[in-house]
């Protein structure tokens, strides 16, 4: 059983960078995906960003692309999630994830990942 758990939320200001930590316990396979969503007030959980294990390959949404840098260290399994120039439609639980691909396409779907950490508030001020 892998255990998901997420920090380095918390209160920013607009224009500040911030880093999100997941740490993982337990296995990683060859085809594991590990992937950050978020859940903003009102909104659906939505996807931001992925990285293949095996080779640390990182996909985004198109919305954050330009601002989040997704990134991993084997040794101590955990994944990073650096946002730069927060802005406050950043406001949301930040999610850890993550599961075996079964088909590469799936990343910035939900189902796929199975094992889910409890969230890490962001809140950006202006």
């Known amino acids: 059983q892998v255990q998901l758990v997420e920090s380095g939320g918390g209160l920013v200001q607009a224009g500040d960078s911030l880093r999100l930590t997941c740490a993982q316990t337990?296995?990683?396979?060859?085809?594991?995906?590990m992937a950050w969503f978020r859940q903003a007030p009102g909104k659906e959980r939505e996807f931001v960003a992925a990285?293949?294990?095996?080779?640390?390959?990182?996909y985004y949404a198109r919305s954050v692309m330009d601002r989040f840098t997704i990134a991993k260290d084997n040794a101590e399994n955990t994944m990073y999630l650096q946002i730069y120039n927060v802005k406050p439609e950043d406001t949301a639980v930040y999610y850890c994830?993550?599961?075996?691909?079964?088909?590469?396409?799936?990343?910035?779907?939900?189902?796929?990942?199975?094992?889910w950490g409890q969230g890490t508030q962001v809140t950006v001020s202006t």
């Open positions: 990285i293949r294990w095996s080779d640390g390959s990182p």
């Open positions: 337990g296995r990683a396979f060859s085809s594991w995906y």
């Open positions: 994830a993550a599961g075996v691909m079964h088909y590469y396409s799936d990343f910035d779907k939900e189902q796929p990942y199975d094992s």
